[in-house]
């Protein structure tokens, strides 16, 4: 139970110093979330991707590489949308909503993995409820948040998609091992943010070329015509 509990709480430390410093990202810098996303699932991929070779690259089957492109998938859908929920909202209230990540694990745990809650389990839920129900009624500072509602609801949104995502986690490492499955969604997800990076930028290079051209077909025809 101990040593539970530390990992548990190791993990919720982190977590929340990772969602911080993506704020300051968006606020500090000119990139675009999908940026971002590519940038720190990339480098975190990497890296573990080394660990897991000099650690010894495990043995997968069928159900991992379902498993990791599932919520490798569904990852890459919630990361840049998070991102979205703090430019919107207000930090504390819209982290506050990705909590409510245990409340649906009640059911997708239940539909995918067959786990049903314990005692402790269930009041710990019961208790992150009450908390988040305490920010968002107590919090005064979002009077001048346009967009603080529309935060919040996009927040529960990431908190759905991660309720689903952490349990194809658990296959993955069930599968595999800690450091290679989370390597491998790092990776996916990096990769979709790329193909979206590169469609975006080909599109801006072909509306520019129409441009121009438009343009330069403009140019020869006042031309021809001063002739």
């Not at 410093?21 to 979330?33: H, P, S, V």
């Not at 919520?71 to 979205?84: E, F, Q, S, V």
């Not at 049903?116 to 710990?124: E, L, R, S």
Request: hydrophobic share 50%.
């Amino acid at each position: 139970m101990s040593i539970w509990f530390l990992f548990a709480s190791g993990t919720a430390i982190f977590n929340s110093l990772d969602q911080v410093i993506q704020k300051l990202a968006i606020l500090k810098t000119n990139y675009q979330k999908t940026t971002i996303v590519f940038i720190s699932t990339a480098s975190a991929s990497v890296m573990l991707f080394i660990f897991s070779f000099f650690n010894g690259i495990p043995s997968v089957d069928k159900q991992f590489w379902l498993a990791v492109l599932a919520t490798g998938l569904l990852n890459a859908l919630a990361y840049p949308l998070i991102l979205r929920d703090y430019q919107l909202g207000e930090f504390s209230s819209v982290y506050s909503m990705t909590l409510l990540t245990p409340v649906f694990l009640f059911g997708t745990s239940f539909l995918t993995l067959g786990e049903k809650p314990t005692i402790f389990g269930t009041a710990g839920v019961l208790l992150t409820i009450l908390g988040v129900w305490l920010i968002i009624t107590h919090n005064g500072d979002h009077k001048n948040i346009p967009s603080y509602s529309k935060g919040n609801l996009l927040g529960v949104l990431v908190a759905f998609i991660w309720s689903i995502t952490a349990n194809f986690d658990k296959i993955a490492v069930i599968h595999s091992d800690r450091f290679f499955a989370t390597a491998v969604v790092f990776g996916i997800i990096s990769s979709g943010q790329l193909i979206y990076l590169l469609s975006n930028h080909l599109r801006s290079i072909k509306n520019n070329f129409r441009t121009v051209l438009d343009k330069k077909i403009v140019d020869i025809k006042d031309f021809v015509l001063r002739e």
